[in-house]
Each structure stands twice: as structure tokens, then as C-alpha cells.
């Protein structure tokens, strides 16, 4: 298979064409594709779909609160090393044995382009970011325990992801390509659904991104409900055969969607809803 070299989207991921233009230049420009939305708007998705879409392999670098670049690159195992030499082990003679290659490491070394997930680096300690660089711009790094220099065979896509917890610094925004993925409007989100429910009947769909968009709105919720939290609500309906007519009822006690514990993920934002809707009906 003759692979390609513009992203153009997937069957199981729907990318709008300012997506689409993201991909294709950072591609273009050689550099890292920053990736900023709100939780749940598909953007780890994102990577594993233009890895696949363009027949590149996809590593994965999830990013946590403890994690250090030196991670990415290599990382020393003195203990093992001493360990071995009080047990009379032959392999400390070899200091090789005693480095392990991290993601940045691996994907310099793939005989192929991959295409490489940071995944939110905003966790990660407000230096993170900058300890990457220069690897990330030079596509090299040393290591210092076996005096050599490791250099990228082929330039990796880096698509990095970010939940906006914390700025990052100005010095790696330059170097980076960024596109924000917006929340998708109706008529996407019908697109996307489609592609994990192509039998949903149209008038629970359409009843059912009425409740969840008005969800959304409501003023003062602590998470309003992502894209995957929509999917797993309407695979619940499905599985339950829950009828579009119950989503609209009019029953004063039905003060919440069903199964609404799909939608809403703490209890304020439960009893904050629930006020809203109670006052709407009193109001009438």
C-alpha cells in the first residue's frame, strides 16, 4: 500500500478541513502540531488517526504530572548496574546494557517516519516543555554515559496534545504549528455519532443532541459533557431502548435526562441542574 503524505481524514474520525489543513502543515513545515481543546474533543484520537491514514506507526508518550523529558530520551539504570556487578554479572562490562531508550529515542530510531504522541504536556512540570527544545527542533540529543549522539533517521510527526491546564512557554508555542479544536457544532457532532451509530434513528439523535447541547448551556457547571461522554450516553439509551418521547417528557419529577450519570460527573453540577429546570417549570 502506496502511502500517503496528506492527512485527508478517516472513516472513523470526522476532521474538519481546518483540522485537516493543521496536519498537512505541520507536515509541511516540519514541525511539532500543538493541539489544544477541551477534554473529550478527540485529540489523542487525533494521532492515532493520522498515523493510520498515512500508514506511519504511532508512539505514545502519555504525559503525567511526575514525568521528566530525560524520560523521553533515555534513562541510566545504575541500580541494575551495580546490582549485577556485586553478582559477578558479565553484562556491567557493557554500559549499553544499562540505558533505556525512550520514546523520542524509538522514534528517532524507526527505519520509517512514525508519527509521535506527547500526550498532554500541560501535566508535566511548567520546564517540561522546554527540556524538549531542542531535541524536538535539532532532531538529536547526547548521551552522555556512552559518549554518543543519537540523530533522527526521518524527521518524526509530533502531534502534541494540551488541556489548557497550564501555559506553555512562549520559547515552544514558536517552534510548534497550533490549531484549537473547537466543540463540535450540531451538524459535526450528527457526523461524528453517525460514524459510531450509522443505524441510530434520526429522531433519537435529533432528540438527543437537543438535551445534550442544552446540557451544555446551562450556566455554572463544573464539566460540561464532552463528545465520548454523548457517546456513552447513547450507547446507555440503545441498551436500554430508551425512546426519543422520554428525553422530552414533561413529567415535573423527570427533572434530569435518563441516565444522566453519563452526561453529569459530580453532584453540583447534578443539583445545579436540577434547580435550573425546577425554576423553568415554576416559572411557566
Known amino acids: 500500500m502506496q502511502q500517503q503524505t496528506r492527512f485527508e481524514g478517516s472513516r472513523e474520525y470526522v476532521a474538519t478541513d481546518d483540522l485537516k ?101 500541560d501535566k508535566a512540570d511548567i520546564e517540561f516543555p522546554n527540556d524538549l527544545l531542542r531535541e524536538l527542533d535539532r532532531m538529536e540529543f547526547y548521551v552522555y554515559e556512552t559518549r554518543e549522539m543519537v540523530r533522527a533517521k526521518h524527521r518524526p510527526l509530533v502531534i502534541i496534545t494540551s488541556n489548557n491546564e497550564k501555559e506553555l512557554p512562549d520559547a515552544f508555542l514558536r517552534r510548534c504549528f497550533f490549531h484549537y479544536i473547537k466543540f463540535p457544532d450540531r451538524d459535526t457532532m450528527s457526523q461524528i455519532v453517525g460514524v459510531h451509530f450509522p443505524s441510530l434513528k434520526k429522531d433519537l439523535l435529533a432528540q438527543a443532541l437537543q438535551t445534550f447541547y442544552e446540557v451544555r448551556e446551562v450556566p455554572g457547571l463544573k464539566k460540561k459533557p464532552s463528545t465520548s461522554e454523548l457517546l456513552d450516553w447513547l450507547k446507555l439509551l440503545l441498551a436500554e431502548d430508551i425512546p426519543p418521547e422520554a428525553l422530552r417528557s414533561k413529567d415535573a419529577k423527570a427533572v434530569v435526562p435518563p441516565l444522566h450519570g453519563a452526561l453529569l460527573k459530580n453532584e453540583q453540577d447534578v443539583h445545579l441542574f436540577e434547580r435550573l429546570v425546577f425554576m423553568s417549570r415554576t416559572n411557566r
Open 21 to 121: 489543513l493543521a496536519v498537512n502543515a505541520a507536515l509541511t513545515l516540519q514541525r511539532p502540531l500543538l493541539i489544544k481543546g477541551e477534554p473529550g474533543t478527540g485529540k489523542t484520537m487525533l494521532a492515532e488517526q493520522v498515523a493510520a491514514a498515512l500508514g506511519m506507526p504511532l508512539l505514545q508518550w502519555h504525559i503525567k504530572s511526575t514525568t521528566k523529558a530525560q524520560q523521553g530520551l533515555y534513562e541510566y539504570d545504575a541500580v541494575s548496574r551495580l546490582r549485577d556487578s556485586q553478582l559477578g554479572d558479565e553484562r556491567v562490562k557493557d554500559i549499553h546494557n544499562y540505558i533505556v531508550k525512550g520514546v523520542l529515542w524509538q522514534a528517532f530510531q524507526a527505519d520509517q517516519q512514525v508519527v509521535l504522541l506527547i500526550d498532554e504536556i
